[in-house]
Antibody
């Protein structure tokens, strides 16, 4: 059974940092592109970042470039998102998702990040 | 800035057919954007309905279909059922590792 389990969310002050993690199992993690997708409360989905299977290339939505860093550890089947200089508009549920080459096929249940003073 | 457009809301009666669309603020949606459609119910993660324009994901009922209609991607639900009441999102691949989701359509079945 495929499982993606996010952790690391919480309340952080504006300008602060947070590191999200996604533990995966049940599929060949090292073969998959992996992504983070977020959803602000009551709002739609927003693609945030994607990393290639070998970690050689990373892609970001413009609004997080220079602040967020996606990374992976293929030995541990885990994905991370380091978030710095957080803003109120970064408040969202953050989902970890695998990309099959055709679609975001497996998703975690998400972890809530709240940026507020 | 690329904006993917969707109807904010749609209402359909049980048994009727509804078509949701996915467009671009500038230009036309084509198969080269590999449009995908996701269904999301409150408190749940999204699940794939359609990928690569018109390929149904495993386990998705055949009342869901995808296509290109004019200059937009389209999701058609033929014979809507009560449990189709959900939020529906399209996403387009813009190239260079970039995806853009539409704002979503809230579908009401009543």
């Amino acid at each position: 059974e495929v499982q993606l389990v996010e952790s690391g969310g919480g309340l952080v002050q504006p300008g602060g940092s947070l590191r999200l993690s996604c533990a995966t199992s049940g599929f060949t993690f090292s073969s998959y592109w992996m992504s983070w997708v977020r959803q602000a409360p009551g709002k739609g989905l927003e693609w945030v970042a994607t990393i290639k299977p070998d970690g050689s290339e990373k892609y970001y939505v413009d609004s997080v470039k220079g602040r967020f860093t996606i990374s992976r550890d293929n030995a541990k089947n885990s994905l991370s998102l380091q978030m710095n200089s957080l803003r109120a508009e970064d408040t969202s549920v953050y989902y970890c998702a695998s990309y099959s080459g055709y679609d975001f096929d497996y998703w975690g249940q998400g972890t809530l990040v709240t940026v507020s003073s | 800035q690329t904006v993917v457009t969707q109807e904010p809301s749609f209402s359909v009666s049980p048994g009727e057919t509804v078509t949701l669309t996915c467009g671009l603020n500038s230009g036309s949606v084509s198969t080269t954007y590999y449009p995908s459609w996701y269904q999301q119910t409150p408190g749940q993660a999204p699940r794939t309905l359609i990928f690569s324009t018109n390929t149904r994901s495993s386990g998705v009922p055949d009342r869901f279909s995808g296509s290109i209609l004019g200059n937009k991607a389209a999701l058609t639900i033929t014979g809507a059922q009560a449990d189709d009441e959900s939020d529906y999102y399209c996403v387009l691949y813009m190239g260079s590792g970039i995806w853009v989701f539409g704002g979503g359509t809230k579908l009401t079945v009543l």
